[in-house]
């Protein structure tokens, strides 16, 4: 008994001289930099980690598609190809490409994405100025409405948006989504009417009283405070906009239907005209008649359209990121 109360006894003074001379108890205030250190150095590592590893989750499937895009046909089953391809090979790619009719498409896409984004960005920066400034005794309850554009499912608005549209003759026309984006219709409109009002609520009302006195009218005010101040939210929503637009299968294929050949809607009828351009493009004897009855082959050339439509939006994304930061900063955006 008395062997085990002395080993207690020497643990115990073992561990009070090391805590002794980690710590200087002369100097409590140099003790709690020392913890404090210790604390911001673990929750820096944890930080780290966590950023990492989220990293990691968004870009190991853009890697595998690469990966995917890039490999022989005949790898297909290949099971030890998971990072780079054992040959390279842009069959995929090219297959792709006349699949989607994709520089066409491209080009459509482009055209439509800009021009809605320009127009959600006159009206919905419009209607912002008005719920934010121009108060009236409808104002809550027309907001509230808006408010109700972004709860709803889009399926539930976008039946009546048909209904009228069919009967103007306005399906199929490349300016139908334009039109609707001009009148506050767009996609994600709500929301981007709801940044704006928010945004110029932020914004001082003396600036607008400074500049009644000088005898500027609403207009005036809108064009020469306003906006000029508004240009965190401008780029948010420009950047938000165009890129909905630009992935947007939805709205494509209900209003422009099959007359204006766009991205995302060339995407949905990609599998019907792979084995047509396999021999106009005189694959079929490179890649083989066995491969082309597996299904994976289609989720290859899948994978390699989808590559090819983001591929704009990624260089886009690298020469913007800088002033989406500071857009979606100013604008107060999170989560």
């Known amino acids: 008994m008395m062997t085990k ?6 643990f115990l003074k073992k561990e009070y001289n090391r805590v002794k001379n980690g710590l200087d108890f002369s100097n409590p205030v140099k003790n709690k930099v020392k913890i404090s250190k210790s604390k911001t150095f673990g929750l820096a590592v944890v930080r780290t980690i966590v950023l990492y590893g989220l990293a990691f989750m968004i870009i190991y499937p853009l890697i595998q598609q690469i990966s995917v895009a890039l490999r022989e046909p005949s790898e297909i089953n290949n099971l030890s190809v998971i990072w780079l391809p054992k040959k390279f090979s842009l069959d995929n790619i090219r297959l792709a490409i006349a699949s989607l009719d994709y520089w066409n498409a491209l080009k459509n896409t482009v055209i439509i994405s800009t021009l809605a984004t320009i127009a959600q960005l006159v009206s919905c920066s419009l209607a912002g100025y008005a719920f934010a400034r121009l108060r009236s005794k409808f104002s809550d309850i027309l907001f509230i409405f808006v408010i109700f554009t972004i709860v709803v499912p889009t399926s539930t608005l976008s039946l009546p948006q ?26 994600k409109s709500g929301i981007f009417i709801y940044i704006f009002r928010q945004f110029f609520i932020g914004i001082p009302k003396e600036l607008d009283e400074a500049a009644q006195m000088d005898g500027a009218g609403p207009t005036k005010i809108f064009l020469k405070i306003m906006l000029p101040s508004a240009k ?29 050949k766009v991205l995302t809607t060339a995407m949905y009828s990609i599998q ?43 260089i886009m994304y690298f020469f913007v990121q800088k002033l989406f930061v500071e857009g979606v900063e100013r604008t107060g955006i999170v989560g």
């Open 5 to 10: 109360n002395n080993n207690i006894a020497k």
């Open 272 to 314: 019907y005209g792979v084995h047509g351009h396999l021999q106009s493009l005189g694959l079929w004897k490179l890649i083989g008649g066995d491969i082309t009855k597996n299904p994976l082959f289609l989720s290859m050339i899948l994978n390699t359209a989808a590559i090819l439509i983001m591929a704009p939006l990624l």
């Open 162 to 187: 048909f209904i009228y549209f069919q009967k103007i003759g306005l399906l199929g026309k490349t300016y139908s989504i334009i039109l609707m984006s001009l009148f506050g219709q767009g996609i």
């Open 232 to 260: 965190g939210a401008i780029v948010t929503v420009g950047l938000f906009a165009f890129v909905w637009q630009w992935n947007d299968g939805y709205f494509s294929s209900l209003f422009l239907r099959d007359t204006t």
